[in-house]
């Protein structure tokens, strides 16, 4: 059998995918997440439903959502209703998981989407990010949260410059519950190296699965503080060819997880509609 | 209120403009980043409208353009980026450069501001939220009282009532009353419009009130609400419109390429704004050809039943 090739992102999202369980309802945000969600319900997971901060609850995953008020997100739903409607389900306990992105995480798994202050603090920060948008909300009231974000430096910090999502703040026992939080905090961490989870006790993130051709050095160089590894450390092994063909039919023009690259590289709108409706499955 | 109980309150996109949106004035518009109202948004730039205070959930295009041609002062919102196509470019500009002005930026959560929608819509002062707690939002934004709840002792976050001077909510059709119907998800814009001191609806056709009254669950925004309606097909490209057009990506990430510079984005919003009388001559730059195409494949996916 040949070798199969992958990107990095595509196994981030396969690797997100496969912490969604069938039947659960997720709590899903912009970008690599929602192809995440795409891939589980058409893998492993066709029953899970899929709610959008816009107010969109259980749609079908016809085509790729760049934005969580995209029509598309609407398509086949069970339910359309309100943002705060959602939002209120969400904090009165209905819902399992949620996947977020961040620019910058700590070791208790707090994230942040708000500013990279560069010493320059929170009025004129050196990079202006987009904001909580409905993050912390996911933080604070969910069952469990999945975080992605790429292993980067200076991504994953000792402290975040500006703490927008909670994760289990100071680490110490009860201080979400101290705090007023629900939802039990950050299950997991996907990167493009390694899956990390949280110890049960010290709430301390620690590498749980590295992936293939990656080493624990390449990995403890890139964390910002001194990085505990399982005592069981798991290799993950590369995606099969199923789950690639389900996570590249997720996103078939991939304009995702290829960004301005693969925009440029379509002829134009027709190529466009074209390869959505054909991938679409309606 | 009576004003507002008539059913003459059709007019053109620049007369509701000029009417409701005046200089320094606090705006909130409607859809979330889909059905979004960017006509209206282009012709409040085309006026030269300042100083706006933004109140809303989370935007992309609207506000990058509105930073962009310095409309506004201050933003009090949860999220302001340009979704899967990446940050924000006047956006980033303006908060990190001042230019072309800084903008006061006040951060909430979405769940937050939601809230505070709704306490502006039930007329009462404040709303409770289990949100943003034990986090550095209301450490910057003081008009987040976390309180110990009177009944239980436990922490809660209070957030104030927003009323706004104006809302602007985009909808699929609205009848000359000003009865508003949605079809796909509604973010806040039931409360947007209660939570408003003046609402108005943009619509893709204009229908009989006795159409209305065939499916009337559908409206989602009486009349007494609102105090202008104006037809503007295609007003949310390049954002999609639910059973009527699919969002232009292709537009959007050209957009965000030409808004890194900011020479470019003024070349920009010459060109499809500035120079544009009114939104016809935008959608015929855009061309029509363009949006029946995406309209073409909304359809495949979503059709209003007739």
Known sequence: MSEIKYTASELMAITTAKEFKDWEVAFVGIGIPLVAGITAKRFHAPNLNIVYESGCIGPQKYRVDFNVGD???????????????????????????????????????????????????????????????????????????????????????????????????DGSPDARKKAGLLGSGPAAVVTDKALFRFDSITHEMYLDTIYPGVSVEEIKSLVGWDLKVAADLKKASDPTAEELAAVRAADPANLIMGGAAARNSLSGLDEYIDVTIKNSGK | ?????????????????????????????????????????????????????????????????????????????????????????????????????????????????????????????????????????????????????????????????????????????????????????????????????????????????DEIRHQGNLTLIPFYCVDAVVQVPYGCHPQSCYGYYAYDVLFCGDYHEAAKDREKFLKWLDHYVLSSQNHLDYCAKVGWDRLHKLMGMERHFNRIPG
């Open chain 1, 71 to 169: 029509s598309s997100a609407a398509d086949g739903a069970l339910c359309l209703t309100s943002e705060w409607r959602v939002f209120s389900d969400m904090q009165a306990g209905y819902y399992d998981v949620g996947v977020l992105g961040a620019a910058q995480i700590d070791k208790f798994g707090n994230l942040n989407t708000t500013a990279i202050f560069g010493g320059q603090g929170y009025c004129s920060p050196k990079v202006r990010l987009p904001g909580s948008g409905g993050g912390n909300d996911i933080g604070s009231n969910i069952g469990r949260v999945v975080v992605m974000l790429r292993l980067e430096p200076l991504r994953f910090v000792e402290k975040v410059d500006y703490l927008t999502t909670p994760g289990f703040l």
């Open chain 2, 1 to 209: 209120m009576t004003e507002r109980n008539c059913s003459g309150k059709q007019m053109s996109l620049q007369q509701a403009i000029k009417k409701y949106v005046t200089d320094g004035c606090s705006i909130t518009f409607g859809g979330f980043i889909g059905r979004d109202c960017v006509a209206a948004v282009h012709e409040i730039i085309r006026q030269g409208v300042k100083d706006l205070t933004v109140i809303d959930d989370s935007k992309t295009d609207m506000m990058d353009l509105l930073v962009g041609a310095g409309a506004v002062k201050r933003w009090e919102g949860a999220y302001l980026g340009y979704g899967a196509i990446g940050l924000a470019p006047n956006i980033r500009r303006s908060i990190e450069k001042g230019i072309p002005s800084k903008i006061e930026v006040e951060d909430w959560s979405n769940a937050g501001i939601s809230m505070r929608f709704l306490a502006g819509s039930l007329n009462v002062p404040f709303m409770a939220t289990r949100s943003m707690l034990g986090t550095d939002i209301p450490k910057y934004n003081e008009r987040i009282k976390v309180m110990h709840d009177p009944y239980e002792g436990e922490p809660i976050a209070l957030v104030p009532a927003a009323h706004p001077d104006v809302a602007i909510i985009h909808v699929q059709r609205a009848d000359a009353m000003g009865n508003a119907q949605v079809w796909g998800f509604t973010g806040n814009d039931e409360n947007k419009a209660r939570a408003a001191k003046h609402t108005i609806i943009t619509c893709e056709e204009i229908v009989t009130t």
